[in-house]
């Protein structure tokens, strides 16, 4: 990432955040171990019944509400079938890559987590039965990250990249009322979105600087360790349920567990 000190002109950005091709090129480390995670965790679940994997690893809220808060970490890498995760995999690449191109990498796996694990307790709070599961709530985060990020810079970009995000929230909404109010067995999380969303934004907030001379792609020691830290938290969470997704099958030939 390009460092270049800015000039004396009143609209002159941090080199390379309206325009520069080497920062478009940056690969997003961080995007791809996540994406990498997930999709690990999504080839353990194929070894049994989607059923067992959600009693298993879901966010199910009558456990949640007994004491089994790791839920909202493993809920957060599972998914409900091909479609589900191939959606939240192509989502989670453009917006994470995204974030990694504008901002300090590490934004992208401190907002993932937080808003995942928001979006998941919001969800509970509003839904408190039932069963959630999908990485949704970490990527609106991110979605909710890049709003208030591009409003904040829309003096150096273009004012299209803060409607986008915006008709990308409307929609994401819209679809979830929708799919909500018909008799499909479907179902959206729609406070694990909302929950995922504010945490992302107010995230946002407090780090994308105010000020246009500052590069918000410098990341300071703190950040670079909080990412770190919540990329191997994130790491570990996959690590975790694939290994118990992969024990329960081994010793019980996949049966669906029975919870007293």
């Known amino acids: ?11 002159s950005p941090p080199a390379g955040e309206s325009q520069g091709s080497a920062n478009l090129a940056t690969t997003p480390y961080y995007t791809i171990i996540i994406l990498s995670a997930i999709g690990v965790v999504f080839l353990c679940q194929q070894l049994m019944f989607e059923d067992t994997v959600l009693f298993l690893t879901g966010l199910v809220k009558p456990l949640f509400a007994e004491g089994e808060y790791w839920r909202l970490f493993t809920a957060s890498v599972v998914h409900g079938g091909v479609m589900h995760v191939a959606f939240n995999g192509f989502a989670l690449f453009m917006l994470g890559r995204l974030v990694e191109v504008l901002s300090a990498r590490a ?3 401190i907002v993932f987590l937080i808003s ?3 979006g998941g307790f919001l969800s509970f709070a509003f839904l408190p039965d039932g069963v959630s599961v999908g990485a949704s709530g970490g990527i609106v985060g991110l979605l909710g990250f890049l709003t ?5 810079r829309r003096k150096l970009l273009s004012n299209a990249m803060f409607k986008n995000m915006v008709f990308n929230i409307v929609f994401i909404g819209f679809v979830g009322v929708l799919i909500n109010s018909t008799d499909s067995n479907l179902k959206i999380d729609n406070y694990g979105h909302l929950g995922g969303l504010i945490a992302g934004a107010i995230y946002g907030l407090f780090q994308v600087p105010d000020d246009l001379y ?3 792609r410098v990341a300071g020691p703190w950040l670079k360790r909080c990412g770190i830290a919540a990329l191997v938290i994130i790491l570990l969470t996959a690590l975790a349920t694939a290994g118990m997704l992969v024990t329960w099958y081994v010793v019980t030939g996949d049966l669906i567990p029975i919870y007293s």
């Open 1 to 11: 990432m390009s460092t270049t000190p800015v000039n004396d002109e009143p609209n």
């Open 107 to 109: 934004n992208v796996s």
């Open 116 to 118: 995942a694990l928001f």
């Open 148 to 152: 208030v990020y591009s409003f904040r």
């Open 214 to 216: 500052q590069d918000p």
